[in-house]
């Protein structure tokens, strides 16, 4: 499976600062979606964002989806050092829950 | 919301051995499963597609032979992993689809250390 990018591999801030990841993918899609993992942990599900859609808002998180430069943004406003995880994009391109996973951001939230 | 419930969530067994990863859905029927690996500070890949009542996909590059799936009701997925070895030594995790806006509902995952 190709793989997308998200950028950047590694992010540091400092509490209620802004987080913002970037992902960009290969093929079209059906929907994009972005998960949360604990270290160790299982993958919580943030936002879903359809191809049709170009912004979406869930709390403190908005993210924004470009088809034509096939990439996506997710924003963490007003960050906590509870939200210190890996932030993964998924893309799935044909409405199956058959997901492609970007290669994550590693958020680190200093209180 | 919909959960599945993943276990064991951690095993250590011995080269040679077999390993038994069980996904539930506890509120919702699952006609599909998701399996993924994860290997340490890497992202999530797709190792195959179960369905209820049919034989599962794998995808490429993943051996059918060693990593067995079971999807035997509408709410059980089993992965075995036969005869693993150090190198299948990963963290396993299942989703299914749930349906609406809410994505896909990811397993607790297992950390499978193979010694």
């Known amino acids: 499976s190709q793989q997308g990018e998200e950028d950047p591999q590694a992010l540091s801030i400092q509490e209620g600062e802004n987080a913002t990841m970037n992902c960009s993918y290969k093929?079209?899609?059906?929907?994009l979606q972005w998960y949360r993992q604990n270290s160790g942990r299982g993958l919580v599900h943030l936002i879903l964002?359809?191809?049709?859609?170009r912004e979406k808002h869930s709390g403190r998180l908005r993210v924004t989806l470009d088809t034509s430069k096939k990439s996506s943004s997710l924003l963490i406003t007003a960050s906590r050092a509870a939200d210190t995880a890996s932030y993964f994009c998924?893309?799935?391109?044909?409405?199956?829950?058959?997901?492609?996973f970007g290669q994550g951001t590693t958020l680190q939230v200093k209180p | 919301g919909a959960v599945v419930s993943q276990h064991p969530s951690w095993v250590i067994c011995k080269s040679g051995t077999s390993v038994k990863i069980e996904c539930r859905s506890l509120?919702?029927?699952?006609?599909?499963m998701f399996w993924y690996r994860q290997f340490p500070k890497q992202s999530l890949m797709l190792m195959a597609t179960?369905?209820?009542?049919?034989?599962?996909?794998?995808e490429q590059g993943v051996e059918k032979d060693k990593f067995l799936i079971n999807h035997a009701s509408l709410t059980l997925s089993t992965l075995t992993v036969t005869s693993a070895h150090p190198e299948d030594s990963s963290f396993y995790i299942c989703?299914?689809?749930?349906?609406?806006?809410?994505?896909?509902?990811f397993g607790s995952g297992t950390r499978l250390t193979v010694v």
């Open positions: 998924a893309t799935d391109a044909s409405n199956t829950g058959k997901l492609i």
């Open positions: 989703s299914a689809p749930s349906g609406g806006i809410y994505g896909y509902t």
């Open positions: 964002i359809r191809s049709n859609e």
């Open positions: 179960s369905n209820e009542g049919s034989k599962a996909t794998y």
């Open positions: 509120d919702f029927q699952a006609t599909t």
């Open positions: 093929t079209s899609i059906n929907n």
